[in-house]
C-alpha cells in the first residue's frame, strides 16, 4: 500500500489561488499515473487532473487554462496550481496514485471558495 499525504488546502476568496501538494511513499515515476480529483459537497468525486510516467497531463475542460499539474521528482511530490478560483472548485481534492494498476487515494484536503 502507498502512501498519499496531501496539503494546501484551505479557505480562499474567489479569484485567488491554492496550491495542493501530494507526497507519496513511493516512487513516483514507477507509477503508471499521478492526478487529482476532487468530490463537491453533495456529488460524485471526479477527475481534476492527471499525469501519465511520461509527463502527459490531461484536465477536465472546467479547469483547463487555470489549474496545473506538474512533479518534483526528487520529492516524490505532484502539485496541483490552481488559480483564478470559483466558487464551484469547492470540493475535497484527493491525490491518487496508479501503482501496478491498483489505485491509493490520499484522505483529501478541503478547498473552500468564498463567493
Known amino acids: 500500500q502507498v502512501q498519499l499525504v496531501e496539503s494546501g488546502g484551505g479557505l480562499v476568496q474567489s479569484g485567488g489561488s491554492l496550491r495542493l501538494s501530494c507526497t507519496a511513499s513511493?516512487?513516483?515515476?514507477?507509477?503508471?499515473?499521478m492526478g487529482w480529483y476532487r468530490q463537491p459537497p453533495g456529488k460524485e468525486r471526479e477527475l481534476v487532473a492527471d499525469?501519465?510516467?511520461?509527463?502527459?497531463?490531461n484536465y477536465v475542460d472546467s479547469v483547463k487554462d487555470r489549474f496545473t499539474l506538474s512533479r518534483e521528482i526528487i520529492k516524490n511530490t505532484v502539485y496541483l496550481q490552481m488559480n483564478s478560483l470559483k466558487a464551484e472548485d469547492t470540493a475535497v481534492y484527493y491525490c491518487?496514485?496508479?501503482?501496478?494498476?491498483?489505485?491509493?487515494w490520499g484522505k483529501g484536503t478541503l478547498v473552500t471558495v468564498s463567493s
Open positions: 491518487k496514485g496508479v501503482w501496478n494498476a491498483m489505485n491509493n
Open positions: 513511493r516512487n513516483i515515476l514507477s507509477a503508471n499515473t
Open positions: 499525469m501519465s510516467r511520461g509527463g502527459s497531463t
